[in-house]
Every structure is written in C-alpha cells, then in structure tokens.
C-alpha cells in the first residue's frame, strides 16, 4: 500500500517561487512513475510534470515547461515540484501520485494512469 502526503503549498505573488515536496511511504515498486497534477475550480484535473525515478526521464505540460522542475530524493523518498516565474494561472490544488505507467518526454502524465494519490496541497498565486 502507497502513501502520499504533500506539503509546501501556500500563497504567493506572481513571479514568486514555490517548492512542494511529497512525501512516499509504503511498498515503492521500482517501475512506479510518479507526477505532479493539478486542480483549479470548475476544471478537470491536469498532468503538470511526470518523473521516471529508474531512469530519470522527465515530462511536462506546455504550460509549465522552462518554469517548473520534477525531481525526487532517493534516499528519502520525496518527490519535489520547483514552481518558478508563477502566475495566477497555476492557481490550484496540487496534487502528486504514483502508478505503474511510463513517462514518455513531451507527453504530460495522465491522471488516469496513476493509482495512489495525495490529499492535495494548494498553491494561490496572486
């Protein structure tokens, strides 16, 4: 059973930076992918940025490309999200998940690909 717990969301002023992280516990099969998604109001959920931690191969949505980066400690299983240049767009709740699927470069993560998810964290940006 997988477990994810996000942290490190908050309000911040447009241009501003934010760094959520995700904390993973429970059984982390190596094939697991993990990604970034998020939700604002009246939306549907949206794949922001996917990670392969086995080969380190990266994806993200066009929205976000050249301002936020994916990366995951290792040795403490912890998935980050670094959230630079942030507009009022990226308003929403952030979620993070795991699953057996692939990440393929330029194709952001699809949610329906991922089976273990976080409770959400939210990020505002005014």
């Known amino acids: 059973h997988v477990q994810l717990v996000e942290s490190g969301g908050g309000s911040v002023q447009a241009g501003g930076s934010l760094r959520p992280s995700c904390a993973a516990s429970?059984?982390?099969?190596?094939?697991?992918?993990m990604g970034w998604f998020r939700e604002a109001p009246g939306k549907e959920r949206e794949g922001v940025a996917g990670l392969d931690p086995y080969d380190g191969v990266t994806a993200y949505a066009d929205s976000v490309k050249g301002r936020f980066t994916i990366s995951k400690d290792g040795d403490k299983n912890i998935l980050y999200l670094q959230m630079n240049s942030l507009k009022p767009e990226d308003t929403a709740t952030y979620y993070c998940a795991a699953g057996h699927t692939a990440v393929v470069a330029g194709f952001p993560p699809n949610p329906g690909d991922y089976a273990y998810w976080g409770q959400g964290t939210q990020v505002t940006v005014s």
């Open positions: 429970g059984y982390i099969s190596r094939s697991y992918c």
